[in-house]
Nanobody, 129 residues
């Protein structure tokens, strides 16, 4: 059974940093595209960042571009999200997700929640002002 387990969330002051990780198991991790999404209370789940299987291509939401960095270690089946210059608006539950798609298809759909097959349980990030 595929498992994605996020970790690294917590409480941080505005301007601070956090590093989220997502450990994948029972999944041929190196062939899956991976994404980070977040959901704030009362809001829909939204795209944050995505990365292709090799890690050669990354995508970011405009709201996090320049502050967040997505990366992966295929040898360790791990996905990471380095979050710097955090803002109160970044407060949300953060989820990692996996999808198996060809590169062309993924380039058009990386931001869509319904394109991902597997999801983690989420980790809470709270940024205080």
């Amino acid at each position: 059974q595929v498992q994605l387990v996020e970790s690294g969330g917590g409480l941080v002051q505005a301007g601070g940093s956090l590093r989220l990780s997502c450990a994948a198991s029972e999944l041929t991790f190196r062939v899956y595209s991976m994404g980070w999404f977040r959901q704030a209370p009362g809001k829909e789940r939204e795209f944050v960042a995505a990365i292709t299987p090799s890690g050669s291509i990354t995508y970011y939401a405009d709201s996090v571009k320049g502050r967040f960095t997505i990366s992966r270690d295929n040898a360790k089946n791990t996905l990471n999200l380095q979050m710097n210059s955090l803002k109160p608006d970044d407060t949300a539950v953060y989820y990692c997700a996996a999808t198996y798609k060809n590169a062309l298809s993924y380039s058009r759909t990386y931001y869509a929640t319904n394109e991902y097959n597997y999801w983690g349980q989420g980790t809470q990030v709270t940024v205080s002002s």
